[in-house]
């Protein structure tokens, strides 16, 4: 069976270096000293690009991951700097790629704090390296992409008819100390990002774009959102009701926009019923594997895969129908 996985990671420690430290503790990302076991396992193996990747790959049976950079990146940089720092993480990743044919792509890196530099960035990247589209680390600027600011960046992916992979990232910093402090050891990095914060924030990033009417700009704009949909499932209906009667300027429901533009990724999760919860508001049709290596193993996801009793259909688009043509995998293949 084949099995494509869109949220798997890859960073360089030279290229973070780049990046002044006070800037990088100011957006909230730990420190050698201070962050969680996790995390400093999954930093670890981020840089691996080879045969350790590969070996997990084929041991578990994914057949292709699409590849992000996380932790921090040129989304932190202004000027030249951020540009050539995106250019410089996409450039490497089309090489480590090419080594390895047909078995990885990858979402560009943009400089966000120059929209219209990363929606150039994101043309190079589609038109002259392939990659299928871009990711997107949360807040820009302290700015959600309904912000007028971002739109060459939304209209630029509508036109290469490419997805936007929406990531979480640590809150601000006054949002750091309001919610996310006084808790022992690193309670409050985990609880700021994979333990709630990351995504609560990405949910909230999502219906602002609804309520801003940043989908109804966009009408063929494609938004991924990973980790079982970021509370998007669960809380459909009661959104719905509480924003719908405010939604005037939208011709279309709450549901109607999230279940037309909106794709959702199963990574970091591996029990089934938030699958189910997907399932049934977001459609299996709008639904993809992942697995968030190496924040999360591969042998889990492959166990979650195997635990399933779904329609070999269903199945099917499950592990890679949805993701192949969304990102025209197999079309890239050939």
Request: aromatic share 8%; hydrophobic share 45%; charged share 20%.
């Amino acid at each position: 069976m084949r099995i494509v996985t869109l949220e798997e990671h890859f960073n360089l420690p030279d290229f973070i270096k780049r990046i002044p430290k006070e800037v990088i503790a100011e957006r909230g990302w730990p420190n050698e000293q201070n962050a969680s076991p996790l995390m400093q396992k999954a930093q670890a193996l981020l840089p691996e690009f080879g045969e350790e990747r590969l070996s997990s790959m084929d041991k578990n049976g994914i057949s292709v991951q699409v590849l992000s950079v996380s932790g921090p990146g040129a989304d932190l940089l202004s000027g030249e700097d951020g540009i050539r720092l995106a250019q410089d993480y996409n450039n490497i990743l089309a090489q480590k790629m090419a080594a390895y044919l047909n078995r990885f792509a990858a979402f560009a890196h943009l400089p966000m704090l120059d929209p219209r530099a990363a929606a150039d960035e994101l043309e190079r990247t589609v038109k002259d390296l392939g990659f299928c589209g871009a990711m997107i680390n949360g807040m820009s600027n302290n700015l959600f992409l309904d912000d007028a600011s971002f739109s060459p960046v939304l209209s630029k992916a509508q036109e290469l008819d490419v997805p936007i992979y929406l990531h979480p990232n640590f809150p601000p910093k006054a949002v750091r100390d309001l919610y996310y402090s006084n808790l022992p050891g690193a309670l409050n990095q985990v609880l700021a990002s994979a333990g709630f914060g990351w995504h609560a924030e990405t949910a909230i990033h999502i219906l602002r774009m609804v309520a801003a009417g940043t989908f109804d700009r966009f009408p063929k704009l494609q938004i991924i959102i990973g980790h079982m949909g970021e509370t998007l499932p669960f809380m459909m209906a009661r959104s719905e009701n509480g924003l719908s009667k405010e939604l005037r300027q939208s011709n279309r429901s709450l549901s109607e926009i999230l279940k037309q533009q909106v794709h959702i990724t199963t990574s970091g999760f591996f029990t089934l019923p938030p699958l189910m919860t997907a399932i049934e508001t977001f459609g299996i049709d709008r639904i993809m594997f992942s697995v968030d290596y190496p924040f999360s193993p591969n042998q889990k996801g492959k166990a979650f895969l195997e635990s399933l009793d779904l329609p070999a259909e269903d199945m099917e688009k499950l592990t890679h129908g949805n993701a192949d043509k969304l990102l025209k995998l197999v079309k890239k293949a050939l």
